[in-house]
């Protein structure tokens, strides 16, 4: 039987969503229902993949040092509590400096985990704040859960089946 992923958006529904780029580590705040709501979801069998935009690196406006030291910071509180994740994907382009494949709502972050973990797509599950989460997951088969920007814990429970 294959494993199944938790996909889950960045910015608003990791940590808190402050309405522009975070632009230090000081600003990267995780959300309060993150760690219940990944150990009730662990216990359900559940593996857990970042997948996050951050145009604010082809903007100019930080690096990936500073990714990197959010990403950091997140498995490290993360990892006191037993849990992590399996693999963090970021797209840092945008369109108006050059196309890519990778940013959401393109699937290619989704697909390339898939096939690395071989999670099963179908009963894997994406959540994220914005359509194009949506529609990046379901381009590959998985199911999404559209949530509001910066969730409680109930909120998160309730779109896992």
């Given at each position: 039987?294959?494993?199944?992923?938790?996909?889950l958006?960045?910015?608003?529904?990791?940590?808190?969503?402050?309405?522009?780029?975070?632009?230090?580590?000081?600003?990267?705040?995780?959300?309060?229902?993150l760690?219940?709501f990944?150990?009730?979801?662990?216990?359900?069998?559940?593996?857990?993949?970042?997948?996050?935009?951050?145009?604010?690196?082809?903007?100019?406006?930080?690096?990936?040092?500073?990714?990197?030291?959010?990403?950091?910071?997140?498995?490290?509180?993360?990892?006191?509590?037993?849990?992590?994740?399996?693999a963090?994907?970021?797209?840092?382009?945008?369109?108006?400096?050059?196309?890519?494949?990778?940013?959401?709502?393109?699937?290619?972050?989704?697909?390339?985990?898939?096939?690395?973990?071989?999670?099963?797509?179908?009963?894997?599950?994406?959540?994220?704040?914005?359509?194009?989460?949506?529609?990046?997951?379901?381009?590959?088969?998985?199911?999404?859960?559209?949530?509001?920007?910066?969730?409680?814990?109930?909120?998160?429970?309730?779109?896992?089946?």
């Amino acid at each position: 039987m294959k494993s199944k992923a938790l996909f889950l958006d960045r910015d608003g529904i990791v940590n808190r969503e402050i309405g522009r780029y975070i632009l230090n580590i000081n600003e990267f705040e995780l959300l309060p229902a993150l760690v219940p709501f990944l150990q009730v979801a662990a216990n359900k069998g559940y593996r857990f993949v970042l997948i996050t935009n951050q145009a604010g690196i082809a903007k100019g406006l930080y690096g990936h040092d500073l990714v990197n030291k959010c990403h950091q910071q997140l498995s490290d509180e993360l990892t006191k509590h037993g849990l992590r994740f399996a693999a963090m994907y970021y797209c840092p382009h945008f369109p108006e400096f050059g196309e890519c494949l990778c940013r959401k709502p393109g699937s290619l972050m989704i697909e390339k985990a898939l096939a690395r973990f071989g999670f099963d797509a179908g009963s894997s599950l994406m959540i994220g704040d914005k359509q194009r989460d949506v529609d990046a997951a379901e381009a590959v088969g998985v199911p999404a859960c559209l949530l509001p920007s910066n969730p409680d814990l109930s909120t998160l429970l309730a779109c896992l089946p």
